[in-house]
């Protein structure tokens, strides 16, 4: 069974640039979770995609933005990045229906913005 | 509305003694309620789950936490510390089937004294 995987390791990009960051869930997955989680903080919830539609969205702009595809792996990709869009970044996979919402996480990447 | 408080940003302790993480929860739903670890540089890992069954829950590497309805409680103990806990641990509430709406605490780091 393989876990899940998130590219690239590390990132770092400029102001005003765009970025994509890439999830590739655990077998047998069909829900992917991405959070953001600055340095000394908790991971805060961006989005969820199940079925390649968005399921639940918390407290980023439009900016940020993703897509799930067949074959459930996801994209997150964040426009117009400022500097404080620098975090790591978390992928987690999950099983919609599942009776709860255990939530199986990415290494992560780590995105500096200067 | 939901909300989760770690009372503690950093813990530290002696090897070989008893480990308690703090943590309060707020919910408008009945919860399910996750201790997640966060060894540097790597994901995050489950520890344990409470989903409304026993209020007493045994998770991974001798961990437990007790769900307190009446205290909106969720502490996390180990009886015995070990080096090798040393990381950072997060609380995280979120409505029962609903990954939405999940929300970490700040985390606590957990110091280990030889």
């Known amino acids: 069974e393989t876990g899940v995987t998130q590219s690239p390791t590390h990132l770092i990009k400029t102001r005003g640039q765009q970025v994509t960051l890439r999830c590739s869930s655990q077998?047998?997955?069909?829900?992917v979770s991405w959070y953001q989680q600055a340095l000394g903080q908790g991971p805060q919830f961006i989005f969820q995609y199940y079925r390649e539609e968005e399921n639940g969205r918390g407290n980023f702009p439009p900016r940020f933005s993703g897509l799930q595809f067949p074959n459930y792996s996801s994209e997150l990709n964040v426009n117009a990045l400022e500097l404080d869009d620098s975090a790591l970044y978390l992928c987690a996979s999950s099983s919609k229906g599942q009776e709860y919402n255990e939530q199986f996480f990415g290494p992560g990447t780590r995105l500096t913005v200067l | 509305a939901q909300s989760v408080t770690q009372l503690d940003s950093h813990v530290s302790v002696s090897e070989g003694t008893p480990v308690l993480l703090r943590c309060n929860y707020s919910?408008?739903?009945?919860?399910?309620l996750f201790w997640y670890v966060q060894h540097p540089n790597k994901g995050l890992q489950l520890l344990l789950k409470?989903?409304?069954?026993?209020?007493l829950v045994k998770g991974i590497n001798g961990f437990e936490a007790e769900f307190k309805k009446s205290e909106t409680s969720f502490h996390l103990t180990k009886p015995s510390a070990h080096m090798s806990d040393a990381a950072e641990y997060f609380c995280?509430?979120?409505?029962?089937?609903?990954?939405?709406?999940?929300?970490f605490g700040s985390g606590t780091r957990l110091s280990i004294r030889p």
């Open positions: 995280v509430v979120t409505p029962y089937s609903s990954a939405s709406k999940i929300i």
């Open positions: 409470y989903t409304s069954a026993a209020t």
């Open positions: 919910s408008s739903y009945s919860p399910s």
């Open positions: 077998s047998g997955h069909n829900t």
